[in-house]
């Protein structure tokens, strides 16, 4: 489910303050002044529309139409609509699905996958996707290097290295020069990196990949948008695709654009169209919070998403039985200088670690609007149990063990133990939280922080020199590929990657290209000084890092819609999504004064 996300609740400002007052003349409306009234059962109007149209205010229309630029949504929300991978996910469980491809195989340990692709899976204009679509796709994203904003989840495939940026008008219609084999496998004589691409088309319908690093969940990995094809060639435009004459293989094609509107409907080619409920899908645009709230209040939109809700304005709304609230992959974290000591011994990193109360952390110092973080990945709904050598999976408060091991590496009762400086970027939310952090170390082990707070550019240059003892780092996860989430969190190389520039790139903002997501930041740490490090397991035991919260994630959905599912990775699924005709309120209690 896409989601109304509160990833930083922010100190409210004129136009937040504008909401929240709405918000609180809608509530009484509703709910009624007496204690003998009943609360509305749902937020607003709620009639059911005569066919299969959904319409979705999500955050604000989309800016692009192609999955190499898309980065958050509601651009990655229209890209899997219109646009199919080779896998999907399973918007309950996450798990990988098939979609192009039937099937796939793993070999080599995991650092080869071959997939099969289904022979009716068509391009709007009835052209066959083939293996080939796939390479010229990735080799495309790989040239665009930084301009992509997810370029980075195709670096363990073989020679993906990094690229240059070039502009998108720079960027060619076609990649790669292919030719055939004699066995009729097509090769690529390769103008993305001089070491031959990692994927390959053995023929129309089958694709291999050979990959850096083993990768046992690499079918996850692809259901991204990024690795999602676009039809390049002779009738192909070069540079950023647009909505006109686009060419898409998904569930939906778009059928009209204009200032305030997307509209998409149901594809006549795709290949599983039967399964299709919905018959067109419209993105509504709206020009802040008040405007989506009140479209849905009125009954004008199906579901309301990605807009910012105060603190106050989540209390008033979460009686209603069509709000909605999930834990979204949203991670803040703080990273530990291991090059200094004290921070370089593990037992003090722990100690440190365990001495924070997360659950306090989320329920006063972030208004409840975040979840506590006791490990690094948020948990999938069908993940098993994890074990972790040495240490429990989780990274539970324990005040005594915490003094035990400062204790340990000679710090009893916090002496002669420097005092910590503590880095965060200029903002309310995070000054509060390591204020509260600041104040659990002194409590329970002693030891005394620096709080020390920097505009965005003056806090990146801090990172890159190494000039802090602990920093508040953030990642928005885009995959459930642990993998791929931990060298994300740890800015490990990938080989063949120079360290320092990949440290500069994990460093930059511009990875999710908004400022949302850049007040999150991305991981910072030298690959050169640490150990790899590829697990949640080996993180755990590692503690070079700590986790603190998960972001929360909100959705107002009309009771008449089903299969609008939430998911830690906000990513929907509009092919389960249908429209209940036959929809019913609930009887009210006898005696129930609900209006």
Request: proline share 7%.
């Amino acid at each position: 489910m896409p989601l109304i996300r509160n990833i930083l609740p922010r100190k409210p400002g004129r136009r937040a303050g504008l909401a929240t007052m709405l918000l609180f003349a809608l509530a009484l409306s509703h709910a009624g002044c007496f204690l003998n009234e009943t609360v509305e059962p749902y937020y607003g109007r709620v009639v059911v529309p005569s066919g299969q149209q959904f319409r979705w205010s999500d955050g604000g229309l989309p800016q692009t139409f192609d999955p190499a630029f898309a980065a958050a949504p509601p651009d990655t929300d229209l890209v899997r609509a219109i646009f199919e991978g080779l896998t999907d996910y399973d918007p309950q469980t996450l798990m990988p699905v098939p979609a192009v491809a039937t099937k796939w195989e793993v070999s080599n340990g995991g650092r080869t996958w071959t997939f099969y692709l289904r022979d009716d899976a068509r391009w709007s204009n009835g052209a066959v996707v083939t293996a080939e679509d796939f390479v010229r796709s990735w080799q495309r994203t790989v040239k665009l290097g930084e301009l992509a904003p997810h370029t980075d989840l195709l670096a363990n495939i073989e020679g993906a290295e990094k690229e240059p940026a070039v502009s998108p008008a720079q960027a060619p219609a076609q990649p790669a020069q292919r030719a055939r084999s004699n066995n009729g496998s097509v090769q690529a004589t390769a103008r993305t990196s001089e070491r031959a691409f990692g994927a390959e088309a053995l023929s129309d319908r089958v694709l291999r990949v050979r990959l850096r690093q083993p990768d046992m969940n690499f079918p996850a990995l692809v259901a991204h948008p990024v690795f999602r094809p676009v039809k390049l060639g002779i009738d192909a435009p070069a540079g950023k695709l647009s909505a006109s004459g686009l060419l898409s293989n998904g569930a939906f094609s778009v059928a009209k654009t204009d200032n305030d509107r997307v509209l998409l409907a149901r594809a006549e080619n795709y290949w599983d169209r039967q399964q299709v409920t919905l018959q067109s899908v419209e993105f509504v645009g709206a020009r802040d919070t008040e405007s989506a709230l009140a479209a849905y209040r009125s009954g004008n939109v199906d579901a309301v998403t990605n807009t910012a809700l105060e603190p106050l304005a989540i209390k008033l709304l979460a009686p209603y039985a069509d709000f909605r609230r999930a834990t979204f992959g949203a991670l803040t974290y703080y990273t530990f200088n291991t090059a200094r000591a004290p921070f370089d011994d593990v037992r003090v990193r722990e100690a440190l670690a365990i001495a924070i109360d997360r659950d306090r952390v989320s329920a006063d110092e972030t208004g409840g609007a975040t979840e506590p973080a006791k490990r690094f990945l948020p948990q999938t709904p069908t993940e098993a149990p994890k074990t972790v050598v040495g240490k429990s999976d989780m990274l539970e408060k324990d005040d005594e063990r915490a003094r035990q091991l400062l204790a340990e590496a000679g710090f009893p009762d916090g002496k002669d133990f420097p005092v910590v400086r503590l880095l965060v970027n200029r903002n309310e939310q995070q000054r509060i939280v390591a204020q509260a952090i600041a104040a659990m170390w002194l409590n329970i082990l002693n030891i005394r922080t620096e709080l020390v707070i920097k505009n965005w550019d003056d806090y990146e240059a801090a990172i890159r020199s190494g000039d802090f003892d602990v920093v508040r780092r953030g990642i928005v996860m885009q995959t459930t590929d642990e993998l791929t989430n931990i060298r994300t969190l740890f800015g490990e190389n990938y080989p063949g990657t120079a360290a320092a520039n990949e440290t500069e790139r994990l460093n930059k903002p511009g990875a999710e290209l908004s400022e949302r997501n850049k007040s999150l930041g991305i991981a910072g740490r030298s690959p050169t000084t640490l150990p790899a490090i590829d697990t949640e397991a080996q993180a755990l035991n590692d503690l070079s890092a700590m986790p603190i919260y998960f972001a929360s994630s909100y959705a107002l959905v009309k009771p008449y819609v089903s299969g609008f599912d939430a998911n830690i990775l906000d990513a929907p699924s509009l092919k389960k999504v249908r429209i209940d005709g036959n929809w019913k309120p609930p009887a009210s209690p006898a005696g129930s004064n609900a209006r």
